[in-house]
C-alpha cells in the first residue's frame, strides 16, 4: 500500500464522498477513487459497496479506519519531529567537562541553550582529563571540555578557545595576601590546599616547587576545586589553582594573586574526529564560544585570537 492511497481512504472516512476528500487533498475526485482501489487491492478486502456510483464503507473500513488514525497521528508527529531537529530543537546531547568547568561558567551555558532549545536534553558528566579523552575517543560523549596540560589526544579533534595563567589563592588575612604578586620563593614553607596528585595542573606545581627545592606543607588535598577554595576560605591553607576557580570566590574572604613565574595552559574543546556533530551540539558549541569570549572581557582568560574550527 502507498501513503497517498492511505491518505485518500482517511480523507473519504472523514468527509464521507469522493468529491470532498478530493477538495481537502487538492486532487481529482478520479484520483480519489483509483487511490480507494488501489488501497483495496493492496489490502485483500473490501473497504465499501459500491451503488450507483457511490461507496458506502464496509464494517471493516470501520475497523481498519481506527488503525489509520493511529498512522496518521505517528505520521504527523514523525513530521512535527522533523521539523524540530531542523530547528535545533529535538535531541539530547552529552558534554563532558572537567569538574572546575561545571561548577562554573557551563552552569550559564546550560541555562541560555536551555532557554533557546527547551527541547533539547543535556546531560553533563564532571570528568577527570583522561576520562573525558576516553570519551570522545569512544563515541560517548558529543563534546568535551578540557586542558591541554599533558594531554594525550587520542581521537580527539581538538579546539583551543583560551589561555589560562593560573592563580594564587589565600585568606584575606594571611600574610602573602599584601603581595601584588605571589613569588615562588614566598611559598617556601607554606601551608597548602592542593588537587590530588593525579590531577595535571597539581604535577605542574608539584614539578615547578621541586625545580626550585620550594618545601611547602600539605595541609589538605580535595578532588575537586570547588573542595580546595572552601578550605582556603576557611584559613587552612594557600592553593595554586585555575583561573577560572576565581569565579567561585564572590562572597567569600579568599584574593587571588598572579604567579612569578606562573604555569600556562590552554582551555580546549574537544570533538570527535571520526563522528559529525549534530546541529543541536553545535548551538551548544556556540554558547560555549559565547561565554568563553565573556570571560577573556572578565580577564579571567587570556585570548588565543586563533580560529575556532567547525
Request: net charge neutral; with cysteine.
Amino acid at each position: 500500500m502507498k501513503i497517498k492511497e492511505i491518505e485518500a481512504f482517511d480523507a473519504f472516512m472523514k468527509h464521507g464522498t469522493t468529491k470532498a476528500a478530493a477538495e481537502m487533498l487538492g486532487i481529482s475526485q478520479s484520483m480519489v477513487s483509483r487511490l480507494l482501489t488501489g488501497l483495496e487491492e493492496a489490502l485483500g478486502f473490501a473497504l465499501f459497496k459500491r451503488t450507483r456510483n457511490q461507496l458506502s464503507p464496509t464494517s471493516e473500513a470501520f475497523l481498519y479506519h481506527a488503525s489509520v488514525l493511529r498512522l496518521m497521528a505517528s505520521i504527523r508527529d514523525t513530521q512535527k519531529d522533523a521539523d524540530a531537529i531542523s530547528n535545533n530543537q529535538l535531541g539530547s546531547i552529552v558534554v563532558a567537562a572537567q569538574p572546575i568547568f561545571c561548577d562554573t561558567f557551563l552552569l550559564d551555558v546550560i541555562k541560555r541553550f536551555k532557554q533557546k532549545h527547551p527541547n533539547v536534553g543535556v546531560r553533563l558528566i564532571d570528568a577527570g582529563l583522561q576520562e573525558l579523552l576516553k570519551m570522545i575517543d569512544n563515541n560517548t560523549c558529543d563534546v568535551a571540555l578540557g586542558i591541554t596540560l599533558e594531554a594525550d589526544t587520542y581521537g580527539a579533534k581538538v579546539t583551543s578557545l583560551a589561555r589560562c595563567s593560573a592563580r594564587c589563592i589565600m585568606h584575606r588575612t594571611h600574610p602573602l595576601a599584601k603581595q601584588d604578586v605571589i613569588s615562588l620563593s614566598s611559598l617556601q614553607n607554606q601551608a597548602f590546599v592542593e588537587l590530588m596528585a593525579d590531577s595535571p595542573l597539581r604535577a605542574r606545581v608539584d614539578y615547578m616547587m621541586q625545580t626550585v627545592n620550594i618545601k611547602r606543607h600539605m595541609a589538605a588535598e580535595m578532588r575537586h576545586m570547588r573542595g580546595v577554595c572552601a578550605l582556603v576560605d576557611r584559613g587552612l591553607g594557600i592553593a595554586v589553582i585555575d583561573p577560572v576557580a576565581e569565579l567561585l570566590l564572590p562572597g567569600t574572604a579568599v584574593v587571588s594573586k598572579a604567579m612569578d613565574p606562573t604555569i600556562e595552559w590552554e582551555i580546549a574543546l574537544l570533538k570527535s574526529k571520526h563522528k559529525p556533530l549534530s546541529n543541536v551540539a553545535e548551538s551548544f558549541c556556540e554558547e560555549i564560544y559565547a561565554e568563553i569570549d565573556s570571560l577573556h572581557k572578565m580577564e579571567i582568560l587570556t585570548s588565543l585570537n586563533v580560529k575556532r574550527e567547525t
